[in-house]
């Protein structure tokens, strides 16, 4: 079974600022997708950005980036330019990369709370 | 339409009561979730409905029951619930069950049993 782990359960940023949220991952796959979700105070969810495994270029959104370590099992979502809109809770997902039923789950990180300090 | 909608917003209920979630889509998408989501926790996966039929079941009690109409509705009936199933109840839905396809999420029915 696949499980992903973030360890900061909590981060603060000033306005403007560069900060960087860890997540880590085990699977035995060798092929899987990896996504940040965002979560606002009594919002929805959404997409921040997505890395699929087989490719080494990491993926970038306009301010959101993230550092993709296949060896280290490393997923870490750098986030420039912080924005009072960015503060929420933020949630690192697991996809295995097969594409038939069964294998549609996600699986979520406990998820750090990101606050913006003006 | 790029919105899956939830209805109701909150629901209070008691536990000998019987009561339905319903979620929305008209985004054509083929794959539908309900996930529950207990405060400050991670949404956790319930059910998957994959092209009308029930993909996964992570392994819920059945007195959670899910029913997908038509591939653009998909409701949960609770019934003799317990107070430990108070929860943010979410529902997701994506253009179809590969990995590339974003889930879209609902703004969840939060959930109370008395």
């Known amino acids: 079974a696949q499980t992903v782990t973030q360890s900061q359960p909590e981060m603060s940023v000033q306005e403007a600022e560069t900060v960087t949220l860890s997540c880590t991952y085990d699977t035995s796959e060798s092929d899987y997708y990896l996504f940040w979700y965002k979560q606002p105070p009594s919002r929805q969810m959404i997409l921040v950005i997505r890395?699929?495994?087989?490719?080494?270029q990491n993926a970038t959104e306009n301010r959101f980036s993230v550092n993709f370590q296949k060896a280290a099992k490393s997923f870490s979502l750098k986030i420039s330019d912080s924005q009072l809109g960015d503060a929420a809770m933020y949630f690192c997902a697991y996809r295995s990369a097969l594409s038939n039923f069964g294998n549609e789950k996600l699986t979520f990180g406990t998820g750090t709370r990101l606050t913006i300090i003006p | 339409d790029t919105e899956v909608t939830q209805t109701p917003k909150h629901l209070v209920m008691g536990m000998t009561n019987k009561k339905s979630l319903k979620c929305e889509q008209h985004m054509g998408h083929r794959a539908m979730y309900w996930y529950k989501q207990k405060a400050k926790k991670p949404p956790e996966l319930m059910f998957v409905?994959?092209?009308?039929?029930?993909?996964i079941n992570e392994s819920v009690p059945s007195r959670f029951s899910p029913e997908c109409p038509n591939s653009s509705l998909l409701n949960l009936h609770l019934h003799a619930l317990q107070p430990e199933d108070s929860a943010l109840y979410l529902c997701?839905?994506?253009?179809?069950?590969?990995?590339?396809?974003?889930?879209?999420f609902g703004p969840g029915t939060r959930l109370t049993v008395l």
């Open positions: 997701a839905s994506s253009q179809g069950i590969s990995p590339r396809d974003e889930q879209f």
């Open positions: 409905y994959s092209y009308e039929k029930l993909s």
């Open positions: 890395q699929e495994a087989y490719k080494q």
